[in-house]
């Protein structure tokens, strides 16, 4: 189940990922393609649902709602995942701007069928941007701590550690390009894979990210790649 767990990341971190977007939710689909050295493959539409207020100071928030389609030599499956909340304070000082948050992702996802974890756990964690005058270039980093609760087989797995660093550029008004390492560590397994990411902006309310992760380095657990695509609006809830 940790090739899961990699794919479940795709949302820690990414361009601009410490800073607040432009209104006070955003909407995240994210499509994604796993595809390790064993001919697993995993298909997978995750939902996300973010809230973030305040300039220098305030609070965020999101929602994950993860759907899979998982196959290999042994068979397929789809369904739902398991589902994050999370919530945290954020700000900024100057150029530099992070989010902190606390989250829990519950068992929501079919054990049996491996579409999830069968478990609760229990997440601590931050992301942060820096960036230089004129946002012509920036760097981007995440850190999550996952507390991992006991599955429905009575397994309590170690805890894991996850971080990722990019650095990137501003190409053009419209495009950005980042890359650098993600890394997840429990106890005796570790898989390190290379990231890159290109964000087409269509409007400040409208962006794609194209994101690639290849597996580079890897410890008692099979190496794998993944493509995802990514489609953000940024808009503001109607006063009724």
């Keep these: 189940m940790l090739a899961s767990s990699l794919m479940a990341r795709a949302y820690a971190d990414d361009i601009f990922k410490g800073r607040r977007f ?9 499509f994604s393609y796993y595809k390790d050295e064993k001919d697993v ?3 997978k539409n995750n939902f996300v649902l973010k809230y973030c207020d305040g300039d220098k100071s305030g609070k965020w928030g999101l929602v994950s709602l993860p759907y899979r389609l998982g196959d290999s030599q042994k068979g397929s499956s789809n369904g739902l995942g398991d589902i994050t909340l999370g919530f945290g304070p ?3 000082i100057d ?7 606390g989250a829990l992702t519950f068992p929501t996802g079919s054990f049996e069928k491996k579409l999830g974890n069968g478990r609760l756990d229990k997440k601590i964690g931050g992301f942060f941007t820096y960036l230089t005058a004129g946002e012509k270039f920036e760097i ?13 087989n009575k397994i309590n797995p170690p805890d894991e550690i996850y971080a990722g660093l990019l650095a990137g550029v501003k190409i053009t008004d ?3 390009f980042v890359t650098g390492f993600t890394d997840i560590i429990r106890n005796n397994i570790h898989s390190m894979n290379y990231r890159s990411v ?27 790649n993944s493509l ?3 489609v953000r609006y940024n808009f503001e809830m109607p006063v009724i």
């Design 140 to 152: 981007d980093g995440a850190l999550e701590y996952n507390y991992t609760g006991k599955n429905k």
């Design 41 to 43: 493959e995993i298909f």
């Design 198 to 224: 290109i964000r087409y902006t269509v409007s400040p309310a409208l962006h794609f990210e194209l994101m690639g992760d290849i597996g580079i380095k890897n410890k008692n657990i099979i190496r794998g």
């Design 95 to 101: 150029n530099f701007h992070w989010l902190l948050y």
């Design 22 to 30: 432009s209104k006070t939710w955003q909407a995240d689909e994210r």
């Design 174 to 176: 419209n495009v950005r």
């Design 228 to 230: 995802t695509l990514l």
């Design 90 to 92: 954020r700000g900024r």
